[in-house]
């Protein structure tokens, strides 16, 4: 798939969103510069130590497999090959500023290997939901059954061992988690945290999936919220943090909690915004990969609400249609920026981080992880890719 070069830009002829040039104004705002590069800072020292970890890890399984042979090496190589390709170690970041924010003893090098696991879910989930959705590109490459459809030169056993690489990649999550060395009342209540963030995300799939069984009457922008707090919002924010306090022994989560659930659904409802008017290169994902596999997104829901018939007109050759052509796809962008669509999905997003801003003091940080959790907030809730 393809963007929508030779089509109509979506954004011309338009103002530009409201947020969006609060936004641009708000980056001349020093405190702002200041708590950016504070967390790219500890995200970057994060991202270095995880990175080395997680290839460790993969690398390691990747020796022990080649005397199981060639199909068993495939596998476990096409999850090394997506467990190392980029990604930003947010979540690993996110777990590993709990830990130090709560007190962790040792600094978070301790739990470098919850770190791990958190990315190694994430890879799970990837895997499992690149398949559903039939993508063929993540993180700027071939995704896992793409891959192994290749390397076996057979789809369907592309797609089955798909899944038995994303279970793989779970196997090994959990593993990492019951790694960690710290004490065995804290790593309980971690794990069990952990199962948790499965088992909530799992449920957000099942809504996600489903959801486009049902008829877009039905579909509105908290129901949507709904469905993102359980599918992201617990294993990219909730999650990461409560486990990174949990190991450090802070088992009251209930302040966390409170303040991840807002940021979480704000990162989904602003992946939804990149999903249609992101830049691929950025996004490392194909521009209306969300129209076309039919993704009942904040920006569809805002879109009905803003006029349901022209809305329904314009998403019906494009909405769940894998062969949508891309001056179509822009037809519904246009649409989506000119109701007022756009602004109102762009604006609940700023009043989601405000929320969640206004309960980090609650959180008993220091100054310097307060300050680089300020940076993560604009990080998650702000970003191009």
Not at 31 to 50: E, G, P
Not at 301 to 326: H, I, R, S
Not at 354 to 366: H, K, M
Request: charged fraction near 25%.
């Amino acid at each position: 798939m393809t963007g929508c070069e030779g089509t109509m830009d979506p954004n011309m002829g338009h103002r530009q969103a409201p947020e969006t040039e609060r936004r641009m104004t708000a980056l001349d705002d020093p405190s702002i510069a200041l708590a950016r590069d504070a967390f790219a800072s500890y995200s970057a020292s994060v991202r270095l130590r995880v990175d080395r970890a997680v290839d460790t890890w993969l690398g390691d399984k990747l020796a022990t497999a080649r005397a199981l042979g060639a199909e068993v090496r495939f596998v476990i190589d096409a999850l090394r090959s997506l467990g190392t390709r980029g990604g930003k170690r947010v979540r690993a970041a996110l777990l590993s500023l709990a830990y130090d924010g709560a007190g962790g003893r040792g600094g978070s090098d301790r739990v470098v290997d919850a770190a791990v696991a958190v990315e190694l879910m994430q890879v799970y989930m990837l895997v499992h939901d690149d398949w559903m959705d039939g993508d063929l590109v993540r993180r700027g490459g071939p995704s896992v059954h793409k891959m192994l459809g290749d390397a076996f030169e057979s789809k369907s056993l592309g797609d089955a061992t798909a899944i038995l690489a994303g279970d793989f990649a779970s196997a090994l999550a959990q593993e990492a988690m019951l790694s960690v060395e710290v004490a065995p009342e804290a790593l309980l209540a971690a794990t069990r945290r952990f199962a948790r963030v499965q088992h909530d995300v799992v449920l957000g799939q099942v809504m996600d999936v489903c959801a486009e069984t049902r008829s877009l009457s039905s579909l509105t922008l908290p129901k949507v919220e709904a469905m993102h707090a359980k599918k992201t919002g617990a294993y990219t924010v909730g999650g990461p943090l409560a486990i990174g306090a949990l190991l450090a022994g802070a088992y009251d989560v209930s302040a966390i909690d409170a303040f991840a659930e807002p940021l979480g659904v704000a990162f989904q409802l602003r992946d939804d915004v990149l999903g249609t008017f992101g830049d691929p290169t950025a996004t490392g994902k194909p521009r209306f990969g969300d129209l076309r596999q039919g993704k009942r997104t904040g920006l569809v829901a805002a879109l009905l609400a803003a006029d349901a018939t022209k809305g329904t007109a314009a998403l019906a050759p494009v909405l769940g249609n894998p062969a949508a052509d891309d001056a179509a796809c822009a037809e519904v962008a246009s649409l989506m920026t000119a109701s007022g669509a756009r602004d109102r999905v762009e604006s609940r997003v700023a009043e989601l981080l405000e929320l969640a801003r206004s309960r980090v003091s609650q959180l008993g940080f220091g100054p310097e992880e307060t300050l680089v959790l300020e940076g993560a907030i604009r990080a998650l809730g702000e970003r191009a890719s």
